[in-house]
């Protein structure tokens, strides 16, 4: 089982971005999803999770960015509106998938995108 990540890249403030995570192998299915981030010299802090159609934010990012999921896909999706410079960050997605070897869930965590949000 493993987590891909794609849509990080440059842009200015103000503008929008959108950050997608498959999910792949041996996936029996995927429970809850979630966005992280971690900027340089500070913590992984959560971004936004999403279990079935149940959705939470951090204050920071309330009303500019949208988590949704395609269950059919395993993935899930980051809108993210006005950007601004402090969301700059590494951008990890996390899942809890029960494998099609395993009678429990387990946690697996993306590799990173970068977002860089100019001023």
């Known amino acids: 089982v493993q987590l891909q990540a794609s849509g990080g890249g440059l842009v200015q403030a103000g503008g929008s971005l959108r950050l997608a995570c498959t999910a792949s192998?041996?996936?029996?299915?995927?429970?809850?999803m979630a966005w992280y981030r971690q900027a340089p010299g500070k913590k992984r802090t959560l971004v936004a999770d999403i279990r079935g159609s149940t959705t939470d934010y951090a204050d920071s990012v309330k009303g500019r960015f949208t988590i949704s999921r395609n269950d059919a896909l395993d993935t899930v999706y980051l809108q993210m509106n006005s950007l601004k410079p402090e969301d700059t960050a590494i951008y990890y997605c996390y899942a809890d998938i029960r494998p099609e070897y395993s009678d429990f869930d387990e946690g697996y965590w993306g590799p990173g995108t970068q977002v860089t949000v100019s001023s």
């Open positions: 192998g041996s996936v029996l299915f995927v429970n809850g």
